[in-house]
């Protein structure tokens, strides 16, 4: 159980273009879900938390206008890199927390990523 | 505000050793969680261990053990019977957070060697 898949697992993009990555809680109903950046062989950088049916939550730094988050539903969320750059380069992760208040409510379970290059 | 240290970047050990990675958080919180995340090269952030803050019997998952000490904010990670899979980025995160944030140690790369 507490699968979270995450689509496209690479994309390749030309640079002013946007980008569209998609996660989705698929065993589970995910009242919270985050959206991380990974730079090679670092630690994980929140970018945003958002909860269904509300406004993302973005860390310091994170521009919202760039980087737009949407979770419409309990089970998906997606993350839109618009106009992207080639320092938009990057991994991608997003993670689900069940919550609810049950034992693991605050559990998070990842997708498996998505590797974004900006040509 | 918390903190996640995580002071050994690499380490690497025998196939059938035991290894333990170790971890130290700072906080003023009384109810928190302690994750171990494990990070394989195919990048897939598989949860180990959880451990709530309240109990005070330390976390067993098959092989994977934890060894939590309050008082001293430690909270590390023992590898029994260590396997090839094994191998991969281990991270330590600490959650306190009504939104259930996590806050991440740097991570320590475990290399198990055949």
């Known amino acids: 159980g507490a699968v979270v898949s995450q689509h496209p697992s690479w994309v390749i993009c030309k640079s002013g273009t946007s980008v569209k990555i998609e996660c989705r809680s698929l065993?589970?109903?995910?009242?919270?879900m985050f959206w991380y950046r990974q730079f090679p062989k670092q630690s994980l950088m929140l970018m945003a938390t958002?909860?269904?049916?509300?406004?993302?939550?973005?860390e310091q730094g994170v521009e919202k206008d760039k980087f737009l988050i949407n979770h419409a539903s309990l089970t998906l969320s997606t993350l839109t890199v618009t106009s992207a750059h080639p320092e938009d380069s990057s991994f991608y992760i997003c993670?689900?927390?069940?919550?609810?208040?049950?034992?693991?409510?605050?559990?998070?379970?990842f997708g498996p990523g998505t590797r974004l290059t900006v040509l | 505000a918390q903190t996640v240290t995580q002071s050994q970047p690499e380490m690497s050990v025998q196939e059938a050793e035991t290894v333990t990675l170790s971890c130290t958080y700072d906080?003023?919180?009384?109810?928190?969680?302690l994750f171990w995340y494990k990070q394989p090269p195919s990048r897939q952030m598989i949860l180990v261990i959880r451990?709530?803050?309240?109990k005070q019997q330390n976390a067993t998952e098959n092989r994977f053990s934890v060894n939590f000490q309050k008082a001293a904010k430690s909270f590390s990670l023992k590898i029994s019977d260590s396997q090839l899979g094994d191998t991969a980025m281990y991270f330590c995160?600490?959650?306190?957070?009504?939104?259930?944030?996590?806050?991440w140690g740097a991570g320590t790369k475990l290399i198990i060697k055949p």
């Open positions: 906080t003023s919180e009384n109810n928190y969680y």
């Open positions: 065993d589970f109903q995910a009242t919270t």
């Open positions: 958002s909860n269904e049916g509300s406004k993302a939550t973005y």
């Open positions: 993670s689900a927390s069940p919550g609810g208040g049950g034992q693991l409510t605050d559990t998070q379970y």
């Open positions: 995160a600490f959650g306190a957070d009504s939104n259930y944030q996590l806050i």
């Open positions: 451990q709530e803050a309240y």
